[in-house]
């Protein structure tokens, strides 16, 4: 792997951030969602990361692999329900409440969400910077030849 | 004192073996080697040029990948301007010499 994959790995955890910030952002507006298409209320969604697994490849990239150093990526691996039970308030008015009057919301708490997008914010920082470096590191290589 | 001057042999020219090498067709001599890097920075571009296009469309495409793909391309470009201007520098050096 030389400088530019580097970049690549980099590149990887910039969109598995972004995807992150996407589905804090879909938490954060559907808080008080009790209706959904496939019935019930908002379920809060996860985000759960991983390795980025290699691609199909030929028996020379896999030789080659052994080589470096196991440097990976991050995928998105999925998007899970969160499993904790929606909140019940009670508003006979509401057209969603049912015979006991009860209405179910996500269990959604937007201070945590915030915080969640305030983190994705950050990382995604991070991976600018760290991209930024690399570009410097190979200016610099190229520096040399001068 | 019966020593004579003789001309020189005379050399058998139909018969002479020059060593002259002919490149063989399957090596690949350094100017395709450039010729090749050339076509990967087209190539980088042309990526990042595609990119670009689809951040503008707004056609769902990432940003940062346009920008990852821009950066690669402005390397590659300067790598291969470093290469060309250290082979004009040598040729220079070879031209100015004096005999």
Known sequence: ?146 | MGNTISGLPQIDWANVQLDVRQPSPDRTDFFQTLENAMDKVQEAQAGADQQVAGVLQGNGQDLHTAMVAVEKADLTFQMMMQVRNKIVQAYQTISQMQF
């Open chain 1, 1 to 146: 792997m030389n400088l530019f994959g580097v970049l690549d790995i980099n590149a990887s955890a910039l969109t598995a951030e972004r995807e992150r910030a996407e589905v804090t952002a879909s938490n954060l507006a559907n808080a008080e969602t009790t209706s959904t298409p496939g019935g019930g209320p908002y379920k809060k969604q996860l985000v759960v990361f991983e390795t980025e697994r290699p691609g199909r490849e030929d028996f020379a990239q896999t030789l080659s692999r052994f080589g470096d150093l196991h440097a990976r990526g991050v995928t998105v691996e999925k998007v899970v329900d969160d499993k904790s039970p929606p909140v019940r308030r009670y508003e006979p008015g509401h057209p969603d409440a049912d015979a006991d009057g009860y209405v179910s919301f996500p269990n959604i708490n937007p201070a945590e969400e915030m915080v969640n997008l305030m983190g994705a914010a950050q990382a995604y920082q991070l991976n600018v910077s760290a991209v930024q470096a690399t570009k410097a590191m190979i200016s610099e290589t190229l520096q040399i030849l001068t």
